[in-house]
């Protein structure tokens, strides 16, 4: 019998791991794992969190999947330790893939201005973490966005805004959404495009993943 492949999930800014309920690997090959947002330190620095969150894996050569703000934790975290891979999902793997908005929101300092004590009102909160506007599935974005601590908040906009890419980050595969309205397709290099992906494809284009992510992270 062949060792199981330990595949992580992180999920995106304020999300919970519920966004993953519908991702399901072969169980003959890989075993899931589900990491959640613990409320970081005060002045935690982004490389101490993932020292920190890297010791909630258990497995050595893990493979690890980030959504959005996860996408760019999970490659914090593979500078503590030996990964088979890192797969970022509708997320930036440099800071040169930020969009516009948030460059210039690093220059001014514009995103300190955010009203982040909005952060019970779910219609402010599935804009910055979701990149949509809640019409009709607000019990959904309830369920999903529950990591509701306005220190948390703040501490992940300014550090999606000022984050420089490591260096060496080895394995990695970078899936995007072409209809992604967070971090627009038109400013990512080098990546798997998903036709009508949007930020929150993991939900909804869940079956995409499920029939592409075994032989991805095989290859």
Not at 33 to 52: T, V
């Amino acid at each position: 019998m062949q060792d199981l492949i330990h595949v992580y999930l992180m999920p995106g800014m304020a999300a919970n791991p519920s966004i993953f309920e519908h991702i399901k690997l072969p169980e003959e090959t890989f075993q899931i794992h589900l990491l959640s947002w613990e409320i970081p330190l005060k002045r935690e620095k982004l490389s101490a969190y993932a020292k920190r969150m890297s010791e909630k894996i258990e497995h050595k050569d893990p493979v690890l999947v980030g959504v959005s703000f996860g996408g760019i934790l999970v490659q914090e975290i593979s500078q503590h330790i030996n990964v088979r891979k890192v797969v970022v999902v509708s997320s930036v793997k440099h800071q040169n893939e930020l969009p516009v908005r948030m460059k210039l929101a690093k220059q001014t300092k514009a995103y300190k201005l955010l009203p982040t004590g909005l952060i019970n009102n779910i219609d402010f909160l599935a804009k910055y973490a979701f990149g949509e506007v809640v019409t009709k599935r607000v019990e959904l974005y309830e369920k999903y966005l529950s990591v509701r601590d306005k220190y948390y908040l703040d501490w992940s906009i300014h550090n999606i805004v000022n984050w420089s890419a490591p260096k060496n980050v080895d394995n990695m595969i970078h899936i995007h959404g072409d209809k992604d309205g967070v971090f627009p397709v038109s400013n990512i290099k080098d990546h798997i495009n998903v036709k009508g992906g949007t930020h929150v494809m993991i939900i909804n284009k869940y079956k995409w993943f499920n029939e592409n992510l075994p032989d991805l992270i095989l290859s």
